[in-house]
Structures are given as structure tokens and as C-alpha cells.
């Protein structure tokens, strides 16, 4: 064998190695790109079914709070004489919707304004045994805004100047 045939050789298999190495790094980088993909999609997934469940809880749970907060701060939803009864009531049956699955699907904001609700309780009532006005519509407001809340975690914004709904 010569010299020449003995370069050939070695460059053929030089060559040969070099085309093997690359088609080795080519397929390991598509790999890697593959299962971060994968990953990807796997992730989404799962925060999509996530979220699903979520959305099914919230759907399940807060019209329970809309038929429990419904008469607060309406004037004229109680007897002067059994507002007091009634409002520990409401009390009692938020922290109640609030104490199971609840607390763990409410967003930050509607558990924020939930405590701002639960703080309006416990004022003393300005009348001795009833809340004046001006407490009155506090409680309304914040129902009014721990609803709204409520709405926004599902998805619903209730529009009152254009009697629609917007997502």
C-alpha cells in the first residue's frame, strides 16, 4: 500500500467520522428540542385543565355568595328591628361559603375585597342596634365590588351602562 492510498484511507475515514459527528450533533440538538417542545405542550396542558377546573369550581361556588350577599345594604331588604339578626347571619354564611374549596379558588383581589366585607361587619352600628345610612351604603359598595370581583374570576364583566356582558 502507498503512501497516497494510505492518505485516502485515512481522509475517507476522517471524513467519514466528521459527517458521523455532525449527523450525531444535529440529532441530538433536534432532540432536545423535541422534548422541550413536548414539555411545552405537556405544561400547557396542564394548565389549561387547571384553569378548566378552576373556572367549573368558580361556576359552582359563587352563585352560592351572590344569593348571600343579595340583600346587603338595601334599605329596605329588612325590618329595622332584625337587621342585626340577619346581618350576623350573612356574616356567619360568608364565612361559611368562604371556609371549604372556596378559599382556595378565590383570585387575590375577591379575597381582599372579601375581608374589606367582613371588616364592614364588625363596626359598631352607628344606631345602637341598626346601621345608619352612611354604613348602609358601605356594605352595598363593597358588595357591589366583591361582586364585580367575582364576575371578573369567572370571566363575566358585567357592563351596567350597557346592559351586556363583555369577556
Not at 33 to 38: A, F, L, M, T
Not at 60 to 84: C, H, M, Q, R, W
Request: proline letters at 1%.
Amino acid at each position: 500500500m502507498t503512501n497516497m492510498e494510505l492518505n485516502d484511507k485515512i481522509l475517507t475515514a476522517l471524513i467519514a467520522g466528521g459527517v458521523s459527528l455532525v449527523v450525531a450533533i444535529i440529532t441530538y440538538l433536534s432532540t432536545i428540542g423535541k422534548i422541550r417542545s413536548e414539555r411545552r405542550n405537556l405544561e400547557k396542558q396542564i394548565k389549561t385543565k387547571f384553569t378548566e377546573r378552576l373556572y367549573e369550581l368558580r361556576l359552582k361556588n359563587y352563585p352560592i355568595v351572590f344569593e348571600i350577599t343579595d340583600k346587603l345594604g338595601k334599605k329596605k331588604a329588612f325590618d329595622a328591628e332584625i337587621i342585626s339578626e340577619k346581618y350576623k347571619q350573612i356574616e356567619k354564611q360568608l364565612r361559611d361559603w368562604k371556609s371549604g374549596e372556596v378559599g382556595l379558588i378565590l383570585s387575590e383581589t375577591s379575597l381582599e375585597i372579601y375581608y374589606e366585607l367582613l371588616k364592614a361587619f364588625k363596626a359598631k352600628m352607628a344606631l345602637g342596634n341598626k346601621y345608619n345610612d352612611e354604613q348602609l351604603q358601605r356594605f352595598y359598595n363593597i358588595r357591589t365590588e366583591f361582586r364585580n370581583s367575582l364576575r371578573q374570576d369567572i370571566g363575566l364583566l358585567y357592563n351596567l351602562d350597557n346592559k351586556k356582558y363583555t369577556s
